[in-house]
């Protein structure tokens, strides 16, 4: 169930996805998006995700704020795949600055926490499944069930940023790029249209 939630393509997975095609600081990207999904998936299994159920408002700023920040990220993805000068992957440095590893680690925090979907997947549908599985199992069933639920994550975005690589011959074509950042785009402004549209 942890990998059915985690492996749906939505803005984290196509944003390790390019770092990992880019060869820019993937285990930065990895490490980011493992260590946040086992502790959201933590807190989901202590109980946290009835409490957030019971507090709407939470939802309601999570929902328009991850929509704002899906959309502005929406359009500097369509930036790119227009901008006759596109990067190629051949084009890709290996190591970048401090500096840039600090822009992909924010950029990537924020496709993270500010997206509301992650805390519905994470907290409260894996920590409600987590609590019956307790119910029915005993109190330790939830943490096993988690446990597996975060081993999934981490096994997933290791994958994804290392796996990465086998498709840079594709995206040695500029053309792949254009491909990849329009659809990045699209996917980032239906989310973002989905979270305004239909209530949480």
Known sequence: MGLSLIVSIGAQNAFVLRQGLRREHVVACVAVCAVSDVLLILVGVAGFGSLVAGTPWVLQVARFGGAA???????????????????????????????????????????????????????????????????????AARWYFGGG??????????????????LRPLFARPSAWRVLDGAVAAMMFALAALLVLHPL
């Open 149 to 166: 639920a975060m081993v999934a994550s981490v096994l997933w975005f290791s994958a994804l940023g290392a796996g990465a690589r086998l």
């Open 69 to 139: 920040f899906l959309a502005a990220f929406g359009l500097m993805a369509l930036r790119r795949a227009v901008r006759p000068a596109a990067l190629t992957a051949a084009d890709a440095p290996v190591e970048r600055s401090a500096a840039g590893r600090t822009g992909v680690v924010l950029t990537l925090l924020g496709l993270t926490w500010l997206n509301p979907q992650v805390y519905l997947e994470t907290i409260v549908l894996l920590g409600s499944v987590a609590a019956t599985q307790g119910e029915q199992h005993g109190p």
